[in-house]
């Protein structure tokens, strides 16, 4: 209700103009979200987005589209990963498996976006669906058998993913490893699990990484529009986060092999312990200002995007919101730690913190 | 702030699933915005965008996406406007002229979206961009010399808007009318002029509405994608309301010919008289309920999307917010018609209105 | 991100005034938002918010701030229920029971809001808080003995409502009705129960309406300011609707001793199954406009601020958004009737209605 | 559209408890916003409203409402500055000049909100109204002559600033300096003045600043409830910046007598020319990543909540919203410096930079 007095008056200003008069103020600008994730551990944490399609492949955008999207959305690295072995898949679109990457590098660098060249194997389960990151040649994975593609991109030293392993087209009931699994683990061919892929989470997934040493990912797998898919006024996109020891393609790649990763989706971090409460401790601050008879009075202040909800064994829970403060009474000598409701290790594993919060 | 905990809490409900946990919270719900312009005159207000690319010329988004846009932002009709003279501009990107609306066409109908066989004659200035809508074949209009474009067109019965006349890429220092359009005019080749377009506004434009008799139309020229453009949230694409017989095609067609069209842009409409007014009596009521001795107390109030400014003789003013209610006290036998600011006829000619409004 | 420029753009065209810069875009718009709901069966539905205090109890606004509040969230009625025993509860203000009534009239008058004079009986359980409405004179309400003042409520011919029952300061473990109310209740002193109160909610009260016929209400019982309680720009607070034959305070207590009212708190509609029935036809209405192997195509459009939930007997699902269409493939032959998920008649009692949906 | 499917998961998860269940995800979280703007020089810069009113004079709030509301805005410090000759302004309220701050202050320190005791000299022009802050007894400032009230404010240490100086309820065409204000400022009795209040601007009083070396202070004089007045989802209250050594009232004592203020209205800062540079160059980097034919390529990084909007000489103009990043390519040889357009100086005088930006 604020706007139209404003329009209105611009136009009163400017009227004398009869041939063209210009209305920015109708357009959104083209500016970049800063994503509020505080940096940790002397890591550098980049938000990056590894699996995504364009027209390419059963995309409906031109490569382009998702650097713009990524770079609005604030985030600092991208995969483009067009299904390699159905190309082209629709009717008057050419080119080959790299064109993708080929057409979407010029605009990448023009936004000082890190674009990775990247390509989806897409195969019937098992093995199921898997991203390729770093290839040198998307070709050269457009294999008939499903082992020669992964020979290949180990050749070209890629990072594996195993994409969306609970897709109810696939498995239906159930999220299950299979044998292969084990043995592109064991060959060195798989090195990371999306655990939540466009709107749905697979729990078991952290497991494997927790147990099995798989880097936590997340992804969203986009086909669509970001902007029409995900509510980016009050959300984001899922995404990965990867700490780095420096902001380039190198320091990515670095980060995943040494599985520095944690994986955001809605109001959740899946991720190590140890980064975890890295990034805990770098996000919130607690000033106690007071002591009465009901316990320590505190202000508790998260500096981040995300938002935390902390349980005490006896029950007691703190609800503390993104880009806040709040004020909470601890009860004495009651409360020692918290269960952080929203940091998850495993499937029944989340992050327990002691309080006054301490590494 | 609301969010976070509603997140957290559907996460304990399901936790039980280890396998795959459905989050739709994380993505939008796929719904039509309903607008809200009240159908007045007897005519159905249909919302009209007949100005937009694809990939299948400089646009960044398969055909799809403009059916499914257009229908997300609760339009009722469109025309995708390929140029037609550099088909295919694009690396990799075959097909014809006649392409992107075979490809929308099956999609449009599923979203029961009516989709206009339509195409962009692109020519240096004099004559510049032209939009040929309900063409039976777009490949026709392909030639070298444009007036046999303009005359394939009008054997095929289009409907011909001139648009963005004052392009500063085309008129940089005026928004000239040629001696070409006068012919074209005369030819019955010209019928509409966009007196809007994507985010520039030519007053100009306006008189030759009201004096030489052309639609008044807006509309957006998307080439990249509407909800990173547009701030939908809170505004709307340009668009033409057409005042339709039917919700038809042919209703469209039938009231474009007649001239039954209003631009809609930002917050101002422009437009014949008559539909203004009606537009304005249909949106607005006025309920008198006090009288005290600073003048007669009414209760204002707006049933549309489109906030309203009223400005009497004596400069009282009235800002009356789009789906509000204002209260307002005027003064006694002082006011006895208000300029609505934003309802315009010509570049200097603005709707008045009588008080207490009537027909 | 678009303001900005806006405000620098106003700033630019009027620089000119050194002494005094009016920025009434700083500033909200006093406006009246509209409620989307429809009136139906032939009654306007006014929206109400029957329970409040003032500083006159244990609020902390004047009591025309209450006025404010409802007229500018769009309600068309109030009533202000200072708690009635223990007034004046703040040192250094003074008045009697009638006073936040007698300050806020004049204002109520002026914004053409339906102002009705009340009080709360407020009383330790059993039997607990309750509002009566439409009283001559608040004071003769202040007596030691409970009954006495429900006598009294009786002979200025109040409707009288059961607060927040199952309150947990008053009914920790439970939300029990007494033999009180029974003998309340036959006596012609009990009318209505608050189904909601503020953010909490008492199925088991739905029965009592639906089972004993007491009227279905819901109230904010604002103490605190709305618009920092509620979050006025996505929600609402919660209100009673009430189905009036006239916008009158007479109208409003024929149709709340007639029990044609609909409790609305969050996205829950409470109240008889007539109502809950008429106001969802009202609301949607369903075009089929396609049918194929899968089923047939109906476009479902809301026109009411409330979302509905559908579920068949199948398991088959329908989201319906508020000012919303979607398109939805009935699948054939299967669905021949919805469960309306928020729309309740008793705590395990939902409305039902066939599909296509007919009266 | 996407928390309607959310509440009624809430229902259905929770719906076995059939006498209270709780729904807070309809009421807003208790939580302070952080606002982002950067310390710079050493200084902690605390957010500051220094006139406001409650209904122990004319406003309408009970005396706490204005910690509340100032805690979650995300101030650090207020002073309630209740009309001191008019008390009590309103029929049932009692108390003195003290008792709103006496009321306000245990709340007060609950919220960790440092709150000032102070009260408006309340005077027909000349010489105005005036806001004396760090009194110790407000009553003894109720006095018949205003020079007393002056006087006796000195004795307790007060900061005087002149309020509101251009409104048109006392200077209807002008924003004079009368005599008595020289007088004032000679005596000691002057040390700042608002060059905004609630929705207006004065810009001659940033001259006086300037050049007479008063404190730059704006303030929101608040009356009604802030929430309804300010859009605080998209804005601010005006509010005063203070540059202190402590974040105390101490610290804020004497940052105010050493000028260090900065007044924030709207996106516009106004203060001293170093203040604002530091500021500026706290908010803002700059970061060259590629140079190509038409210039320099800079990523530019505001991490403050306020936009800037550059002009250079030449016209260039760079608009930089709050919390965002933009790339911007600087004509090579051609743009040295820019003005920047919202941070004010004198009414004619705006902080110049250079670039890249420099200290």
Redesign the interface.
């Known amino acids: 209700?604020?706007?139209?007095?404003?329009?209105?008056?611009?136009?009163?200003?400017i009227?004398q103009?009869?041939?063209?008069?210009?209305?920015?103020?109708?357009?959104?600008?083209?500016?970049?979200?800063?994503i509020r994730i505080p940096d940790f551990s002397g890591y550098k944490v980049l938000k990056c987005d590894f699996h995504m399609h364009t027209?390419?492949s059963d995309g409906?955008?031109?490569p382009?589209?998702r650097v713009?999207?990524a770079w609005?959305e604030g985030l600092d690295a991208i995969a483009i990963t067009d299904h390699i072995e159905n190309n082209p898949s629709?009717?008057?679109?050419?080119?080959d498996d790299n064109?993708s990457y080929e057409i979407a590098l010029p605009h990448a660098?023009?936004?000082?976006l890190i674009l990775i060249r990247a390509g989806e194997i897409t195969r019937k389960m098992p093995p199921g669906h898997f991203n390729a990151l770093f290839l040198s040649d998307v070709n050269k994975l457009d294999t008939s058998n499903f082992m020669d593609a992964f020979i290949e991109a180990g050749k070209q030293g890629a990072f594996i993913i195993w994409n969306h392993p609970?897709?109810?087209a696939q498995?239906p009931?159930?999220?299950k490893w299979w044998e292969i699994h084990t043995e592109l683990l064991n060959k060195g061919l798989l090195h990371g699990v999306e655990v939540f892929n466009?709107?749905?989470?697979?729990?078991?997934a952290l497991d494997w990484c927790d147990i099995r040493g798989l880097a936590y990912t997340a992804a969203s797998d986009i086909h669509?529009?970001s902007?029409?898919?995900?509510?980016l006024?009050?959300?984001h996109r899922?995404m990965t986060l990867v700490l780095t020891e420096e902001l380039s393609e190198r320091g990515i790649k670095d980060a995943l092999f040494a599985k520095r990763t944690i994986a955001w989706?809605?109001?959740?971090l899946a991720g190590k312990e140890e980064h975890l409460k890295a990034f805990f401790m770098a996000s919130v601050s607690a000033k106690l200002?007071?002591e009465n008879n009901r316990g320590q009075?505190y202000?508790l202040?998260n500096?981040s995007d995300i938002?935390f909800?902390l349980k005490a064994p006896d029950g007691y829970k703190i609800?503390?919101?993104?880009?806040?403060?709040?004020?909470a009474t601890i009860p004495q000598n009651t409360v020692s730690n918290f269960e952080v409701?929203?940091l998850l290790i495993g499937?029944h594993k989340k992050l327990n913190i002691g309080f006054p919060f301490k590494q």
Chains 1, 2, 3, 4 share one sequence.
């Not at 629709?90 to 080119?95: C, N, W």
């Not at 989706?265 to 959740?268: L, Q, R, T």
């Open positions: 209700m604020l706007l139209p007095a404003l329009l209105l008056f611009s136009f009163f200003c009227s103009d009869i041939n063209n008069i210009q209305m920015p103020e109708l357009v959104k600008n083209q500016a970049r979200k800063i027209i390419f409906i955008v031109w382009t589209v713009d999207e609005a629709k009717k008057f679109v050419g080119g064109s660098k023009q936004k000082n609970g897709w109810k498995q009931d159930t999220c466009e709107m749905e989470y697979y729990p078991i669509d529009i902007a029409t898919t995900y509510n006024e009050k959300h899922p989706f809605g109001d959740f200002f007071e009075v202000s202040k500096d938002p909800t609800s503390l919101p993104a880009n806040s403060e709040i004020i409701a929203n499937s």
